[in-house]
């Protein structure tokens, strides 16, 4: 059974850091892309990040291009989000999903396995 657990999330001011982390279980990341989504209230999920191992590539929104760092640790199946420069636009639930046939997407309905949610909240 494929776990996603996200955790990290918290109050931060403007132009603070965060780091997320995705503990993974059930399944292999060398067969999967995994990425980060966010959800503000009000708004529709959109993508932030995610990672093709087997391809070795990742891709950002450009909303957070050279503000959020994706990474992660395969052998140990974790995900991180490493977010520096945070706006209060920035606040959302942050999602941590994974899919064996999504590639290098960010939109939410090509992953199939999603977490709970941890939230950032980015004061001004």
């Known amino acids: 059974e494929v776990q996603l657990v996200e955790s990290g999330g918290g109050l931060v001011q403007a132009g603070g850091s965060l780091r997320l982390s995705c503990a993974a279980s059930?399944?292999?990341?060398?067969?999967?892309?995994i990425g980060w989504f966010r959800q503000a209230p009000g708004k529709e999920r959109e993508g932030v990040s995610c990672?093709?191992?087997?391809?070795?590539?990742?891709t950002y929104a450009d909303s957070v291009k050279g503000r959020f760092t994706i990474s992660s640790d395969n052998a140990n199946n974790m995900l991180y989000l490493q977010m520096n420069s945070l706006k209060p636009e920035d606040t959302a639930v942050y999602y941590c999903?994974?899919?064996?046939?999504?590639?290098?997407?960010?939109?939410?309905?090509?992953?199939?396995?999603w977490g709970q949610g941890t939230q950032v909240t980015v004061s001004s």
């Open positions: 999903a994974a899919d064996p046939q999504a590639m290098d997407s960010l939109y939410p309905y090509e992953y199939d396995y």
């Open positions: 990672i093709s191992t087997s391809a070795d590539s990742t």
């Open positions: 059930g399944f292999g990341f060398d067969d999967y892309t």
